[in-house]
């Protein structure tokens, strides 16, 4: 028993108090401006006080110094008009009860429909010459070929409750209704990688169902098995792709690196065979007491690239007459007379070999 105790007289006159004020939690963190409002509430029917500032302080039974306080939040909170400057206070009617409509009935959801439901609404399919014999058959191939290593074994003749599941089962997904290997091979896969589907062990009833009135939980399961082994299926294919594409690249870069091997093979037996006819024409065309060439590379590549520098399209052995010839100078060693350094610098004409070419060309012009 629940006894509420008092300190006062229920029999005399209470104050009206709207519901809605009661129900506002704004004003009741404010517990002296809602006593306020509260006698202001009792004390005229016509929602207005006039008089002074210590007349209207003595009948909210506050002090003139919080008056001011009071009134200022009853103003925010906009629960009155005016103040005691004004002269009047004018309790707002934001607070009048407004009559409550009774709420429309909410329409009842129609009950959910099963799927197979909706699979029985779906057209027929079409024959496609394959006798139940022989879908079963096809079936068993598929089971046994991609079947997690704790399934059952599949034997024996039609089992035809179980022939019309995975009949209703393709249906439902739009599948292909003579690929048995793709649908049930796809949903084996995806229960071989379940931690929860492989390690049971599962007959072709179980996974697929026993009948054509399955239920939606058999529908979803296997729907959700097909779709993880399309994924597994697909990496599987883009992991494969990858390899073959990494093999062709591989095999691409070792063609092409037998190709560049090759012509640089190619292009140091041309260069050889060159730098034996800079060492035959220089041997030729010296001067008499010169040191020969003696193949150096030095000597050779300044040659080869003062000739190409200077545009000569004439033999080595006629380009190196010229050059020796224009020369008048001391006698120099092969290197100091074909400066490589020298040739391939900006200062190039400066070298005695160019030199020398340029002005026995400008003499015998």
């Known amino acids: ?61 506050l002090t003139t110094r919080n008056l001011d306080a009071v009134l200022g939040k009853l103003k925010m909170l906009g629960m009155i008009e005016g103040g005691v400057r004004d002269g009047c206070i004018e309790l707002l009617p934001m607070f ?42 096809l079936i068993k191939q598929a089971w046994n070929k991609h079947k997690p290593e704790s399934y059952l074994q599949l034997d024996g003749s039609l089992n035809l409750p179980v022939l019309i599941a995975i009949e209703t089962q393709t249906k439902r997904l739009d599948l292909d209704r003579d690929d048995y290997d793709g649908f049930i091979g796809a949903v084996l896969r995806g229960a071989g990688a379940d931690d929860w589907w492989s390690t049971k062990d599962m007959t072709p009833a179980k996974v697929f169902g026993f009948g054509a009135n399955l239920d939606d939980k058999k529908f979803f399961n296997v729907e959700k098995l097909y779709k993880r082994g399309l994924t597994i299926e697909r990496k599987e294919q883009r992991g494969a792709a990858n390899v073959e594409a990494i093999r062709r690249r591989q095999e691409q870069e070792f063609r092409q690196m037998d190709e560049v091997e090759a012509a640089q093979a190619e292009s140091a037996k041309k260069l050889s065979i060159e730098y034996d006819e800079i060492d035959a024409a220089w041997d030729k065309t010296k001067k008499e007491g010169w040191a020969p060439c003696k193949r150096d590379p030095l000597v050779c590549m300044a040659v080869r690239f003062a000739r190409e520098r200077l545009e000569v399209t004439e033999s080595y052995e006629e380009f190196l007459r010229k050059c020796f010839a224009g ?23 400066q070298a005695p070999l160019v030199d020398s070419y340029i002005w026995y060309q400008k003499e015998n012009a």
């Open 1 to 61: 028993m629940l006894r509420v105790k008092r300190a006062f007289e229920v029999q005399r006159p209470f104050t009206k108090i709207p519901n809605e004020f009661l129900d506002d939690s704004r004003i009741w963190k404010y517990p002296a401006v809602a006593r306020a409002y509260m006698l202001l509430l009792s004390l005229h029917a016509s929602r207005r006080f006039e008089g002074g500032k210590e007349e209207l302080a003595a009948a909210l039974k």
């Open 96 to 137: 009048d009860q407004v009559p409550l409509e009774e709420p429309e009935a909410e329409p009842q959801p129609e009950p959910e429909k099963l799927i197979i439901a909706e699979v029985e609404e779906q057209p027929k399919r079409q024959a496609t010459g394959l006798s139940q014999k022989d879908r079963w058959e």
């Open 327 to 349: 020369y008048l100078n001391e006698q120099l060693t092969p290197r100091q007379f074909a400066d490589a350094k020298l040739i391939h610098s900006p200062q190039w004409q």
